[in-house]
Nanobody
Framework: QVHLVESGGGLVQAGDSLRLSCAAS????????LGWFRQAPGKEREFVAT????????RYADSVKGRFTISRDNAKNTVYVQMNSLKPEDTAVYYC?????????????????WGQGTQVTVSS
């Protein structure tokens, strides 16, 4: 079992930056592929970014590429997503996800463990 706790959400203006954090416990952190997803009201949960076990491979949704950066600190059991140049359409609940997969994954169904989510609201 893996327990994930997100933090760092909030209300910001368009163009601002935020860094979300997700602390993990319950399993050796370096054996987990990690991802960030988001869900806006009335919409399905969508992929944001993912990072491999050793941090060497990453993938981003086209909508955030060039603005968001995912990273991990295996010594701190924490994964981050740095979000720059935020837009109102980035408003959503952001979820951290983890899976013992060897490969990076972009679909929600590929992840076994989820955090409770943190709200990000971007005003125009």
């Amino acid at each position: 079992q893996v327990h994930l706790v997100e933090s760092g959400g909030g209300l910001v203006q368009a163009g601002d930056s935020l860094r979300l954090s997700c602390a993990a416990s319950g399993r050796t952190f370096s054996t987990l592929t990690l991802g960030w997803f988001r869900q806006a009201p009335g919409k399905e949960r969508e992929f944001v970014a993912t990072i491999s076990r050793n941090g060497m491979a990453t993938r981003y949704a086209d909508s955030v590429k060039g603005r968001f950066t995912i990273s991990r600190d295996n010594a701190k059991n924490t994964v981050y997503v740095q979000m720059n140049s935020l837009k109102p359409e980035d408003t959503a609940v952001y979820y951290c996800a983890a899976d013992p997969s060897l490969f990076i994954e972009t679909t929600p169904g590929a992840y076994d463990f989820w955090g409770q989510g943190t709200q990000v609201t971007v005003s125009s």
